[in-house]
């Protein structure tokens, strides 16, 4: 059975930090590419950034520079460490896999699993 649990959301204020984790189990890891995922009120889930299995990295335009994705594969587990946040960048945040290595992927249908997603608030 996969899983995927997310970890690390919480409340911050505008120009903090947060470090999302990401736990896999019931994938080979090395061979998914892991993204992450962001979902507003009101709005539509949007991409945030992906890391390919090989270590290829894609980030949506307006986290580059500020957000950074990494991952481990010994621990079976993805990072998103979120910098200078902003009252925009405040959402449900959700860790993705797609079961291929190689590309990483922008839109939601190409992701085969989901966590259950947790909560990040910026406060002005």
């Known amino acids: 059975q996969v899983q995927l649990e997310e970890f690390g959301g919480g409340l911050v204020q505008a120009g903090g930090s947060l470090r999302l984790s990401c736990a896999v189990s019931g994938l080979t890891f090395n061979s998914v590419t892991m993204a992450w995922f962001r979902q507003a009120p009101g709005k539509e889930r949007e991409f945030v950034a992906a890391?390919?299995?090989?270590?290829?990295?894609r980030y949506r335009d307006s986290v580059r520079g500020r957000f950074t994705i990494s991952r481990d594969n010994a621990k079976n587990t993805v990072y998103l460490q979120m910098n200078s946040l902003n009252v925009e960048d405040t959402a449900v945040y959700y860790c993705?896999?797609?079961?291929?290595?190689?590309?990483?992927?922008?839109?939601?249908?190409?992701?085969?699993?989901w966590g259950q997603g947790t909560q990040v608030t910026v406060s002005s």
């Open positions: 993705a896999a797609d079961r291929q290595p190689v590309f990483a992927q922008t839109t939601l249908g190409s992701y085969d699993y």
């Open positions: 890391v390919t299995g090989g270590g290829n990295i």
